[in-house]
């Protein structure tokens, strides 16, 4: 069967994979992670089925996740990700090559756009274009941003934060800093680590941070039995992980990314200011969904802070409006492509 996707937006994040087609909306949510023999490299399994394989596998079984702070840090890997994911959505048999928009961090450098767009042109893309994420969010919250007023929005993912003002349909000020969901987990690890002596894999460093990780004071105090091996004997071992004890372990993380804010804050314009102040800050992304982070952010800024509505897929469905707007002729969206993103050759 052919597939006759003319237009896909991908949220190529360091923890989910998410795909957009025109007219459809989100159609794919996958983790971002290969599962692959170390002797041979012959892929064994891509996305939800190689999450499950995360530290569980054979000692020739490998899970890796082919992107690092959310850029590519194994091309290989993740223009074969892609081209799973796109032949997911596409079929097969492409009669006609997608024109794909991918949204990535505001911090990237020259070189790692270019990975992207070479990936993508590689795993079978018509054009390629690529969006910071801020934008995508703000597009995909549903913010007008097109007019002489601020807005500013904070996007939290499992590798970056990126935090920006946006007025006049561009970037105004904007930062990015590699800290986000994976650091929290990272730090949740090393937490029980030294306190308890036990050592946890990452999928239960991730079910912590969800179930009792928390940015700000739970009113009920909760608690967790995690399982993991002993340091002293190695045996396996079970301890209890309460609440304000996840919020121990990730505090550091937290005032990273409250730093970034800040700093953004600080640079802003003050009539931009001002309108920030009227409006609020937007959050989204994955590392939204933290419980209490919103007024974390509301109370270490005194700016109140919005958390919207399914701020998931915020990124995902930006980059794909933003991509059919750029194919109507509309001219709302279209500063966002000139300047502050890269556009790929065409194939042949």
């Known amino acids: 069967m052919f597939g006759l996707v003319n237009d896909i937006g991908i949220d190529l ?20 992670v290969v ?7 012959r892929i064994v399994a891509i996305g939800e089925e190689a999450r499950r394989m995360l530290g569980r596998t054979p000692g ?3 899970a890796v996740k082919p992107l690092r702070d959310g850029v590519i840090a194994d ?19 492409m009669l006609l090559h997608p024109r794909i928009a991918v949204g990535v961090p505001s911090g990237i450098t020259s070189v790692e756009r270019r990975a992207v767009i070479d990936a993508c ?26 007019q002489p007023s601020g807005a500013m929005v904070v996007d ?14 561009q970037v105004v000020v904007s930062r990015s ?31 912590i941070k969800i179930e009792v990780g928390t940015a700000w004071p739970r009113s009920v105090r909760r608690t967790l039995e995690v399982r993991g091996r002993d340091l002293a004997t190695g045996l396996p071992r079970t301890v209890s992980i309460t609440s304000g004890q996840a919020h121990t372990a990730i505090k550091e993380t937290l005032e990273t990314m409250l730093s970034a804010i800040r700093a953004v804050l600080e640079q802003t314009p003050p009539e931009l200011a001002a309108d920030i102040m009227d409006k609020g800050i937007v959050l989204t992304g994955g590392g939204a969904l933290l419980h209490g982070l919103d007024r974390y952010f509301s109370h270490g800024t005194g700016v109140a802070v919005n958390l919207v509505e399914d701020p998931v897929t915020c990124v995902v469905r930006g980059t794909g409006l933003a ?10 969206i279209s500063p966002f492509w000139s300047g502050q993103s890269t556009i790929g050759g065409s194939m042949p």
């Open 75 to 93: 091309f290989d890997l993740t223009e074969k990700m892609l081209k799973y994911f796109i032949a997911k959505v596409c079929g097969r048999r």
């Open 177 to 207: 800093v590699r800290v986000a969901g994976n650091e929290c987990d990272e730090a949740i690890s090393r937490y029980v680590r030294t306190e308890f002596g036990i050592v946890i894999g990452e999928r239960t460093a991730e079910e």
């Open 156 to 169: 939290v993912g499992g590798g970056t934060t990126d935090v920006a003002v946006l007025s006049m349909g």
């Open 60 to 62: 020739n079984i490998v």
């Open 13 to 32: 994040g360091t923890a989910t994979c998410l795909v957009y087609v025109k007219g459809k909306g989100v159609v794919l949510n996958e983790p971002s």
């Open 121 to 146: 042109m590689q795993a079978g893309a018509r054009r390629c274009y690529l969006i910071e994420e801020p934008l995508a969010a703000a597009i995909g919250a549903g913010i007008d941003f097109s």
């Open 323 to 332: 991509l059919e707007s750029l194919g109507s002729g509309s001219g709302r």
């Open 35 to 41: 599962a692959l023999e170390q002797e041979t490299s």
